[in-house]
């Protein structure tokens, strides 16, 4: 069936490093993915979206790079420091459909 | 605001007991949402309301029921709650079935 899933179930990264979390979603109709973050016990948090009509869209610290060619969707954290550890999950929907979400990836800063 | 608030925070029932889980928005959103999330998995949508007056079933709605109260309240009901009913439970709201969605604390339900 159609999904969209997560390369890498946890990233360790440096605090200061860049960090890269990739998606992969298999629906080329797809036309809206969305960001969240989810820290230890507290519910999603919004953090970027992006529309199939672009291929990348900034915020603060934070890259959204959209691939449609080979379906790949990925974030991008500059300089990641502590408080940026915790699950990510992307998530896609095609027009009026509700938001399907991937498994998530854990990503751990250590300082 | 408050944004998505949910009632309660962790909860214990034995099989076959039934409960209502609660959640309120105050930013006047139109549509909201049930998910449960299980340990590693992503979220899983269970029920959904795009505007009040309206409910659909979402990839898991077996043995749940909801009601949109009002604009503000979307409840969920496990009416004999199995331990396959264990998990986290989350709700969500966003201003159109479209847009982004924000998220309650969540629920901690365990079935024993």
């Not at chain 1, 979603?25 to 970027?48: H, L, M, T, V």
Request: with cysteine.
């Amino acid at each position: 069936g159609e999904s969209v899933g997560l390369h890498l179930p946890t990233l360790s990264v440096q605090e200061g490093d860049n960090s890269i979390i990739n998606c992969a979603y298999s629906n080329s109709a797809s036309d809206y993915f969305i960001w969240y973050k989810q820290e230890s016990g507290k519910g999603p948090q919004f953090i970027i979206d992006i529309r199939s009509n672009m291929d990348k869209r900034q915020g603060q610290r934070v890259t959204v790079l959209l691939n449609k060619t080979v379906k790949h969707l990925s974030l991008q954290i500059a300089a990641t420091q502590p408080g940026d550890s915790a699950v990510y999950f992307c998530a896609e929907k095609r027009g009026y459909s509700t938001l399907t979400f991937g498994k998530g990836t854990m990503l751990l800063v250590s300082p | 605001n408050a944004g998505v608030t949910q009632t309660p925070k962790f909860q214990v029932l034995k099989t076959g007991q039934s409960m209502t889980l609660q959640c309120a928005q105050d930013m006047n959103h139109n549509s909201m949402y049930w998910y449960r999330q299980d340990p590693g998995m992503g979220l899983r949508l269970i029920y959904y309301s795009a505007s009040e007056g309206t409910t659909d079933k979402g990839e898991v709605p077996n043995g749940y029921n909801v009601s949109r109260l009002n604009k503000r309240e979307f409840s969920l009901r496990l009416e004999s709650a199995a331990p396959s009913q264990t998990s986290v439970y989350f709700c969500a709201s966003s201003e159109y079935s479209s847009g982004e969605q924000y998220f309650g604390p969540g629920t901690r339900l365990t079935v024993t």
